[in-house]
């Protein structure tokens, strides 16, 4: 099946610096990459997601990033602030689904901590 | 909140129990996946339910089933519980199977003892 790396595990910035976490992927048919945040006690929130049609994709402070060719993707934070603070995923859908809804491969996590 | 909710918030099982947890997706999402996550890692894809019918299936033994219900609720059982099903365990509806938005529920903690 579908196998996401990311990486760091754990990222620790000072308070207005930018935070980068990288995720690559296996399946070069995959066509959607989302981002989650997890904070304590709650289920994972979307925060952006991307598809393969285009390369990049901003809100506001967060942005995504999508290499096709290289199968990686990556997710930026600038400007960062305490309540940035949080575990963040990457995930993709399992090889060969079209139709995959919300059937997603995760990545490892990354706990971001953002001091001030 | 994303107007999905799960029962109970915490749990606590003994080994080779059966427990039922449940999930209340948003109104108008008929697909609804289960995932486990286990502590410090990320979730771990179930199985997804369409229209009350499994649409697809994670690596987990048959002994972790599902049900769901016209009424956009949905269940996860499983059987013969182990040390190892200690995790939470999360529930996420979606508009539809193609690869819209995921709306989590805050997740049910399960601990086998």
């Known amino acids: 099946g579908e196998n996401v790396e990311q990486h760091p595990s754990t990222l620790s910035v000072q308070e207005g610096d930018s935070a980068v976490i990288k995720c690559t992927y296996s399946?070069?048919?995959?066509?959607?990459f989302p981002w989650y945040k997890q904070e304590l006690g709650k289920g994972p929130q979307l925060i952006i997601d991307?598809?393969?049609?285009?390369g990049e994709k901003k809100d506001q402070r967060i942005a995504v990033t999508l290499n096709k060719t290289a199968k990686h993707f990556s997710l930026h934070i600038t400007e960062t602030q305490p309540e940035d603070s949080a575990v963040y995923f990457c995930?993709?859908?399992?090889?060969?689904?079209?139709?995959?809804?919300?059937?997603?491969?995760f990545g490892g996590g990354t706990r971001l901590m953002v001091k001030p | 909140e994303t107007g999905v909710t799960q029962s109970p918030t915490h749990l606590i099982k003994t080994r080779g129990q059966q427990v039922t947890l449940r999930c209340s997706s948003q109104?108008?999402?008929?697909?609804v996946s289960w995932y486990q996550q286990a502590l410090g890692q990320g979730p771990q894809f179930i199985f997804q339910?369409?229209?009350?019918?499994?649409?697809g299936r994670g690596n987990f033994p048959p002994r972790f089933s599902g049900l769901q219900f016209p009424n956009y609720s949905s269940e996860l059982n499983v059987n013969a519980l182990e040390l190892d099903d200690s995790a939470l365990y999360l529930c996420?509806?979606?508009?539809?199977?193609?690869?819209?938005?995921?709306?989590f529920g805050q997740g049910t903690r399960l601990t086998v003892v």
């Open positions: 109104s108008g999402h008929n697909t």
């Open positions: 399946d070069s048919a995959s066509n959607y």
């Open positions: 991307i598809r393969s049609n285009v």
């Open positions: 996420a509806s979606s508009q539809s199977t193609l690869n819209t938005e995921a709306f």
């Open positions: 339910y369409y229209r009350e019918e499994e649409n």
């Open positions: 995930a993709a859908p399992p090889l060969g689904a079209d139709n995959a809804g919300n059937m997603l491969t």
